[in-house]
């Protein structure tokens, strides 16, 4: 009862509806600091089960500062401190008895350039849950590296050649294998910082209808600087401007009819 | 000692020259109104004319004529000293210029003191035909580039032409350098090579080098001197592969734990006093593991019931590991923040530990450069000398046990080449082989390991 | 089409369990590498300890304070005053004299082993502060003498009183000797005069450093003047205007690998080129410079190339733009701005060649040359070669010096590279 307490308490400016029906993550008056700089200021925001957030807004707005809270990859940049509350079934994860190997683990993340490990594509499917301890044998591990790749639509692809390298595969095929590689340890929620700006506009198309597919699974938040992508890809859409959450809803009413000024200005490319 | 003065008199010419340039350019273009350089361009093309061509002369008579007079005095060395035996030149000039300089040893020969001192007018002759043809060049060159001077002469183009080809000269020092490495050891270890067969210097198992006298004194017996140069080499393996066995294992945990584990402070601190170690000289590396940790070492050993000799190899290679710590260290700290934050991130992400990064994550990709830095200091501990010199001793002793006293090949090179020696002797021949075999290693080695790095800089960046 | 992969709850159940074990790993090894750097610093610290712990006491030794009558027959058997008359004198003579009245030996025996206790230096002492003050001749004065290596050792109580008369280096009488002068309040222990100026001898108690010191700045002087210039002009050079091509990149590769090359090859090259082919005089500054310019060369050139380079286009740029030629642009813009990094690479570089011993051995300066040397063409030793000589003595003194001249070089090490760190962080700018 008192974590509800908790998530009740809190103000907020945004415009629009923060809350969701069935909430997976639950931010309270979120505020990021670098060192002594404010990088995004009392951000309240539900993700609701398998839902495609986007985060979108002009760049330096919070909006991937924001994303990264969720699985606190925060913690691995100098002088970098977080305040606020954010819940993860109804666990503040930024307390101090939480470790952030399991958070980790239920939490994925893909990155903006595709990062995969100098290793075999194989290995760096099968990395996460060898380091999670997850399998102990080598079937059950071919059998989550295959799934892993299935589901992220690169299987057919790679299939004959596990072993080569995964950088030596093409720009939208490495993304996918990060994908892969997040779903192989099995997590909950997939956070996605502009999985698609370094990728051509085929390569983009796969990964949108592959976020499709994985919704059925997955909360999946996305960060993105491309309005059509978010517009095409999510059901929600938060817009971040200078670190604030100015306006969130469902992604239709955002594009068609912002309330805010400065989402307008935005939508419309006035700001950008 | 009167050349010095040569040189400041070939100076003053020159300034001279630079100041007459300087003042009729000036004069040129108050007349005329115009010029093409400025007017110390043109000061400056005298000064380099007049300069130039007379320290060239004055070089090649500085130095030629010590040739020319060794060469000339064989006249003066009678037929009957020439055929004998232990007929040494180098020897014979030594006492000529002895004799020169006023120190007397003995009685010289009538025949020696008339070299002396034809010498010695020769070496008159050669001074006052420097000072006049230098400073006659410099009156010339400065002359003939004061002639050049008018109002469209590019005075700035030439002297620059004359500095970049100066500039370029300087840069085939270091390819002179090399080929006068590369010649000396090679002409030497060929005729080291025409005396003993080069398969018996890398396959044989004993080193035993002797002067050719002791070899003549050792009852008539031949072959009394063996020249086989595998136990200087494993001796250099054997106290390499101790300084390595220490070194990384040290030199890797520390580059690790500073570049990922220590805040900055930390390591702005540790990294500078770690570096201190590759910075003390080698031979006081030497004098500490001569007087220090050998006793301790052995000492140690006898606590333990084994026979340690005063110069172990084991002491030897355990200064030298200290000595490289830093080698390994500093180049796999670069080697490792060279691997791209967005692996880290890909690892973190999902849910690696720390330690988990590193050992499956950075460190199989940093794999390559961390092997580069480990065989340049490998390449490193082979070179070493002053450590070996003082600690590990020259007994050859074709050994495996680190507890015995084995040489390497750096140490035999300087025993053998300091001190007074004969060039033609096999002895002294063997030094250049050995110090062949050593460039040859050393340069594969350093190439073999810049490849692997640079190989892995590109797949980075 | 997920079932095949682990259910989510059942994978953070297991994730959960192992957490603490991989925790523990990893403080294991952050314990590892703080291990080892602290290993690494105890090494450091260890080898420093165990250089001052012998070092200090070198820079300090036994004098003996003697009333001697500086009798002035004696002392100027030619009664002008002159070098060769001083030292003809028989100074050594009236110590002794002085020495007997205090210790008051009997016999020819005892009076032979009592000549050991001064050091053979008493006369030249003595010689020497007549040139400086002749008034003193005829007084009686009290002066303080070294005491040999030998009794200082003993003073120092590293030749014990109680290890058998055979054994020892110094025997009973002696001792009783150095008994009486302790007991008269005439052994002082005081900072020695000869460590920083008395140049190379047998004789520890009166060996010192200034020949080698010397040694060392001549040739490290040669070695700055051939070396600077053409480090730099070299790197000018490749950087400014050397066309991109097959030379240049040998050039480029040539340079590298001299970097590497071992210390002791330029050695080498010394002794056959500069003494077997030109048939230049042996242990002489000129050719250790030479030396150890060709060896310092490499790094030279690197470290001006980076400084060089180091300077933004736009500054270059700014000159082009108003018309100044290649040259031009480089001399008056680029080089002014590169020269704390070109003389922090050539501080760095300089170190290392004050420290280098192996190429010089080669080139004949490790000869016992006691006179000081006044030119870059005189037989010298330097610094480094001066303790690898002393380290191979066997007297219990020089064991004491060696690590005073180990000291000696390290400040000196320490100090070049204070400079070259304050050069960096002070001159330099970051654009």
């Known amino acids: 009862m008192e974590m509800n307490e908790d998530k009740k308490d809190f103000k907020t400016n945004t415009v629009g509806d923060i809350f969701s029906d ?119 591990m071919d059998n989550i590296v295959e799934m892993s790749l299935k589901n992220a639509g690169l299987w057919d692809e790679v299939k004959d050649r596990l072993d080569s390298p995964g950088t030596g595969l093409s720009g939208g095929q490495q993304q996918r294998l990060c994908i892969a590689r997040a779903i192989a340890v099995s997590p909950e929620i997939i956070l996605m910082d502009e999985p698609c700006s370094a990728l051509d506009p085929i390569a983009t198309a796969k990964i949108e209808e592959l976020l499709q597919t994985l919704a059925n699974d997955y909360s999946i938040v996305i960060v993105t600087h491309s309005m059509q992508q978010a517009a095409r890809v999510s059901q929600r859409t938060a817009y971040f401007h200078l670190g604030e959450l100015v306006e969130v809803g469902y992604t239709k009413h955002i594009f068609t009819n912002p309330t805010d000024i400065k989402t307008q200005n935005y939508i419309t490319g006035r700001i950008g | 000692m009167t050349l010095i003065y040569l040189i400041l008199i070939l100076l003053f010419i020159s300034l001279c020259w630079f100041y007459l340039g300087n003042n009729s350019a000036k004069i040129i273009k108050t007349k005329s109104g115009r010029l093409h350089s400025l007017a110390h361009y043109y000061g400056l093309y005298v000064l380099l004319y007049s300069f130039l ?35 040494n030149k180098t020897i014979i000039l030594a006492q000529i210029q002895n004799l020169i300089d006023g120190i007397n040893f003995g009685n010289p020969s009538d025949w020696i003191i008339l070299a002396s001192e034809k010498m010695q ?49 300087s840069s085939v020092i270091a390819i002179l350098t090399t080929i006068g490495i590369i010649f000396s050891v090679i002409f030497e270890s060929l005729r080291f090579f025409a005396i003993i067969p080069a398969s018996e210097f890398l396959f044989g198992l004993t080193w035993n080098p002797q002067f050719e006298g002791a070899e003549r004194a050792g009852s008539g017996q031949e072959g009394l001197a063996s020249y086989g140069s595998v136990p200087l080499f494993v001796g250099t393996l054997l106290i390499s592969f101790i300084a390595i066995c220490i070194a990384v ?21 540790f990294k500078p006093l770690l570096e201190i170690l590759a910075g003390i000289p080698t031979v006081v590396y030497g004098f500490f593991a001569a007087l220090t940790v050998a006793p301790m070492l052995r000492s140690g050993g006898s606590l333990l019931g084994l026979d ?3 110069e172990s190899a084991l002491a030897a290679g355990f200064v030298m590991g200290i000595m490289i710590i830093p080698f390994v260290s500093s180049l796999s700290d670069d080697v490792i923040n060279a691997v791209p934050q967005s692996l880290r991130d890909a690892g973190y992400a999902l849910g690696s530990t720390k330690n988990e990064v590193i050992l499956k994550v950075i460190l199989p990709a940093a794999l390559p450069g961390i092997i580069g830095s480990i065989i340049l200091a490998v390449s490193r501990a082979i070179g070493e000398t002053m450590i070996v010199v003082m600690a590990a001793g020259l007994a050859a002793n074709l050994s495996f046990n680190p507890l015995d006293a084995v040489t390497t090949v750096t140490a035999q090179i300087v025993t053998i080449l300091v001190g007074d020696q004969e060039f033609e002797s096999a002895k002294t021949l063997s030094a250049f082989a050995l110090a062949l075999t050593l460039i040859v290693i050393t340069l594969i080695l350093n190439f073999y390991a810049l490849y692997i790095v640079k190989k892995y800089r590109e797949q980075y960046e | 089409m997920n079932k095949s992969l682990m259910n989510a709850k059942d994978a953070e159940l297991i994730v959960k369990s192992s957490v603490l074990k991989r925790r523990r790993k990893d403080k294991r090894l952050k314990f590892y590498g703080r291990s080892t750097i602290f290993i690494a610093l105890s090494f450091l610290v260890f080898l420093f300890y165990s250089i001052f712990e012998k070092g200090i006491p070198g820079f300090f030794q036994y004098y003996v304070t003697l009333d001697v009558n500086l009798d002035q027959k004696r002392l100027d058997p030619k009664g002008d005053l002159s070098h060769e008359s001083l030292y003809n004198g028989d100074g050594r003579g009236l110590v002794l004299e002085a020495l007997y009245k205090v210790i008051k030996p009997k016999g020819r025996k005892e009076k032979k082993s009592a000549k050991k206790i001064i050091s053979s230096n008493a006369d030249v002492r003595i010689a020497k502060m007549i040139l400086n003050d002749p008034s003193i001749l005829g007084k009686t004065i009290p002066i303080t003498f070294a005491v040999d290596d030998d009794i200082d050792s003993f003073l120092r109580g590293y030749i014990k009183r109680d290890t058998p008369e055979s054994d020892r280096r110094i025997n009973d009488k002696v001792i009783n000797f150095v008994d009486i002068l302790v007991k ?84 080498i090259l010394g002794l056959a080129i500069f003494i077997g082919v030109f048939g230049m005089p042996r242990s002489i500054p000129l050719i250790g410079g030479m030396v150890l310019a060709i060896m310092t060369l490499p790094t030279i050139i690197i470290s001006s190339r980076a400084a060089i380079s180091a300077v933004p286009p736009s500054i270059k ?6 018309g100044a030629s290649k040259l ?17 690479g050539t501080i760095i570089g300089m170190a290392r060649a004050l420290g280098e011993t192996a190429p010089l051995l080669m080139i004949g300066m490790v000869a016992f040359i006691v006179d000081i040397p006044n030119s870059i063409q005189e037989p010298a030793t330097v610094l480094p070669v001066q303790i690898f000589m002393w380290a191979d003595f066997a007297e219990r003194m020089f064991i004491n010096k060696t690590s005073s001249a180990t000291i000696i070089l390290l400040v000196f090490l320490i100090l070049m590279n204070a400079i070259a760190v304050f050069l960096r962080n002070k001159l330099e700018r970051r654009w």
């Open chain 1, 22 to 140: 069935n909430p997976k993550i639950v931010s309270r008056n979120v505020s990021v600091y670098y060192n002594d700089k404010k990088a995004i200021s009392d951000v309240s925001l539900d993700i609701g089960s398998k839902e495609i957030i986007s985060l979108i807004g002009p760049s330096g707005c919070g909006k991937s500062t924001f994303l990264r809270c969720f699985n606190r990859m925060n913690d691995t940049i100098d002088g970098c401190k977080v305040e606020g509350k954010i819940f993860l079934d109804n666990e503040n994860i930024y307390d101090e008895m939480i470790d952030v190997v399991p958070l980790r683990a239920k939490v994925g993340m893909v990155f903006q350039k595709p990062n995969p490990f100098p290793k075999s594509i194989y290995d760096n499917v099968a990395y996460g849950p060898r380091i999670h301890g997850l399998v102990d044998n080598k079937k059950d």
């Open chain 2, 53 to 87: 061509p007379s320290f060239f002369v004055f070089i090649i008579i500085s130095v030629f004529d010590d040739l020319l007079f060794s060469f000339l005095i064989n006249d003066y060395i009678p037929d009957n000293i020439k055929i004998e035996p232990d007929y």
């Open chain 2, 121 to 169: 007018e020769w070496f008159k002759i050669s001074t006052i035909s420097n000072y006049c043809f230098s400073i006659l060049v410099a009156i010339i060159g400065g002359y003939l580039g004061f002639k050049n001077i008018d109002q469209d002469f590019r005075s700035r183009n030439s002297v620059e032409k004359i500095v970049i080809f100066l500039l370029a000269l």
């Open chain 2, 249 to 269: 294992p040290v030199g890797l945990y520390s580059a690790i734990y500073l570049s990922e584990y220590s805040s900055k402070k930390e390591r702005s601190f």
């Open chain 2, 308 to 310: 340690v000799a005063s």
């Open chain 3, 184 to 267: 008269e309040n005439k052994v002082i222990y005081k900072f020695s005069d000869y460590i920083l100026t008395g140049s190379a001898s047998r004789s520890p108690e009166i060996a010192g450093i200034k020949g080698a010191l010397i040694g060392s700045i001549l040739t490290l002087v040669v070695c700055f003047f051939l070396s600077f210039p053409l480090g730099v002009a070299t790197a000018v050079y490749l950087e400014g205007f050397a066309p991109k091509n097959k030379i240049t990149e040998i050039i480029e590769i040539n340079i590298n690998n001299l970097a590497a090359v071992p210390s002791v090859v330029f050695g």
């Open chain 3, 317 to 322: 740029d700014a000159a082009y733009g108003v």
């Open chain 3, 328 to 344: 031009q642009t480089l001399m008056h813009h680029v080089i002014p701005l590169a020269i704390p990094g070109m003389l922090t």
